[in-house]
């Protein structure tokens, strides 16, 4: 059934929800921060499916041991990340069809959090990953990118303003990329509501989203090496064209810019200082997630009123942590204080 939130399009559930003033318990650890709200916008979710076999090969019939599904979407793994380092989120984002219904209960359900969706006519993509016990990379198939509306990307821009409006919101994460022509400026639009409120923004993006951004910047922007490139044109850039990429950002105002290389240094701007991050060496489980932890490390620790040194170093603890686990965004912020000791800054 369709509904309202803040006089936007929502799917109505009739189910527990965390809402503002609530504590909500997750893994065992109380909500610290019952004031404060942070919006993680997702422009392109999915029903995130693995599926674990036995070996196989192309053309098997293969029947799986077991299945698990989390809603997928890079900002609905940084709020998973901000509730698990106790911080209140709220994922944004489009669902539609019978996979966007499941995808709103398991975020209530699953998740405790109370989402604002805005339904759209294309079904909600499915991401498949088939998990193998024989040791091999994970191989991960993606649905079709779905057709958002123009007025149904409108009407995600008016949800968020609404938020905004009604205040409260301490943070907003932009995550991910565009799926089509029509919200590949919603990003830019939601900056720009941002800036002119004062409340801090933190973009994670990529391709047609991130080049519609120009006149008002986020505080925050992170990109890892292969979006880098292509957002240069360059198939293998030197230190020198991302160094040119992540100062000229600093030039427009953004606080911290960084690229990031998987389990290698991060290259990084701070209010217009050249830095290098050293991350400590682990034996990886699944790297899925990793960026999206690394931004809900760096709001959590702005919001805390952190030195940017030490905003860093907790947003690349949390990536790392994130690594040790399976589940996206599942960090252990027990974890994430025993590897804060270990990021090199140089």
């Known amino acids: 059934m369709i509904g309202t939130i803040g006089g936007s399009p929502n799917l109505w559930l009739d189910a527990p929800v965390a809402r503002r003033g609530a504590l909500v318990k997750w893994t065992g650890r109380v909500l610290r921060y019952g004031s404060t709200m942070i919006l993680c916008v997702t422009l392109n979710p999915c029903l995130d499916k693995t599926l674990e076999v036995d070996s196989w090969n192309p053309g098997d019939s293969v029947r799986g041991r077991s299945t698990c599904a989390i809603v997928g979407g890079k900002g609905n793994n940084v709020a998973r990340a901000l ?24 975020l209530v359900r699953d998740d ?13 993509r499915v991401i498949l990953t088939v998990r193998s016990n024989d040791g091999s990379e994970p191989t991960a198939f993606f649905d079709p990118d779905p057709e958002i509306e123009p007025d149904e990307a409108a009407a995600l821009v008016s949800a968020v ?30 900056i720009a509501l941002a800036k002119s409120r004062g409340t801090p923004i933190f973009l994670d993006t990529y391709g047609a989203a991130l080049a519609a951004v120009w006149g008002f910047w986020p505080d925050f922007i ?36 960084l690229i990031t290389d998987g389990p290698r240094n991060v290259r990084i701007v701070v209010e217009g200082k050249k830095l290098l991050a050293i991350p400590p060496k682990i034996e990886p489980v699944n ?8 931004l809900a ?4 620790a702005t919001l805390a009123g952190l030195d940017p040194c030490s905003r860093l170093r907790r947003g690349i603890a949390c990536a790392t942590a994130a690594t040790l686990v399976w589940d996206a965004g599942a960090i252990d912020p027990d974890r994430v204080t025993e590897l804060e000791k270990t990021i090199i800054l140089d």
């Open 161 to 190: 303003e609404d938020e905004l409006n009604a205040g409260g919101i301490d943070a907003i994460t932009l995550s991910g990329s565009s799926p089509c022509e029509a919200t590949k400026g919603v990003y830019a639009d939601l």
């Open 297 to 300: 490390g760096l709001v959590d």
């Open 222 to 257: 992170q990109l890892n090496l292969r979006e880098a490139a292509a957002h240069l044109g360059k198939a293998s850039p030197s230190d020198s064209d991302l160094d040119r990429l992540l100062f000229g950002w600093s030039r427009r105002g953004v606080k911290i810019a």
């Open 287 to 294: 790297p899925v997630g990793a960026g999206d932890c690394l």
């Open 83 to 106: 509730s698990r380092l106790g911080r209140r989120a709220r994922p944004v984002t489009f669902l539609g069809g019978s996979v966007g219904e499941d995808c709103h209960i398991r």
């Open 112 to 124: 405790s959090f109370d989402p604002i969706v805005v339904p759209t006519k294309a079904e909600t």
